[in-house]
């Protein structure tokens, strides 16, 4: 007879996250299509630049701009694309707009994609 020890864990599973956190097993189909909308929404590299932008501090198209030597009409097109998505919320303030992440959830996923693909270039 075979003796059963640990946890019972697939080999290379033991760093995921503990279940109480983990998404349910059997989503919606509304809420897949949900967050295949909002992956899509970050699928763009302006957009992934922005959202790392925004994870430091807030700031105004102008300061995005200058920040990733973008132009101003491209910015606010990607800035439109992310708003639509829930992923930025923008204030205005005077003559400009503001722009934030509207949760710290949508910085997690992008800082963890690049870090996924610079630790498969190394």
């Given at each position: 007879?075979?003796?059963?020890?640990?946890?019972g864990?697939?080999?290379?599973?033991?760093?995921?996250?503990?279940?109480?956190?983990?998404?349910?097993?059997?989503?919606?189909?509304?809420?897949?299509t949900?967050?295949?909308?909002?992956?899509?929404?970050?699928?763009?590299?302006?957009?992934?630049?922005?959202?790392?932008?925004?994870?430091?501090?807030?700031?105004?198209?102008?300061?995005?701009?200058d920040?990733?030597?973008?132009?101003?009409?491209?910015?606010?097109?990607?800035?439109?694309?992310?708003?639509?998505?829930?992923?930025?919320?923008?204030?205005?303030?005077?003559?400009?707009?503001?722009?934030?992440?509207?949760?710290?959830?949508?910085?997690?996923?992008?800082?963890?994609?690049?870090?996924?693909?610079?630790?498969?270039?190394?």
């Amino acid at each position: 007879m075979a003796t059963v020890t640990g946890s019972g864990a697939q080999p290379g599973l033991a760093e995921c996250a503990p279940a109480a956190e983990a998404a349910p097993a059997h989503p919606s189909p509304s809420v897949l299509t949900d967050a295949g909308d909002l992956l899509r929404a970050l699928a763009a590299p302006v957009r992934i630049a922005i959202v790392l932008q925004l994870r430091v501090a807030d700031r105004c198209v102008h300061e995005l701009v200058d920040a990733l030597d973008v132009a101003q009409p491209l910015i606010s097109q990607h800035l439109r694309v992310l708003k639509t998505a829930g992923v930025v919320q923008g204030e205005r303030r005077g003559r400009e707009v503001v722009y934030r992440l509207a949760d710290d959830h949508l910085a997690h996923i992008v800082v963890d994609a690049v870090a996924h693909v610079q630790e498969g270039k190394r």
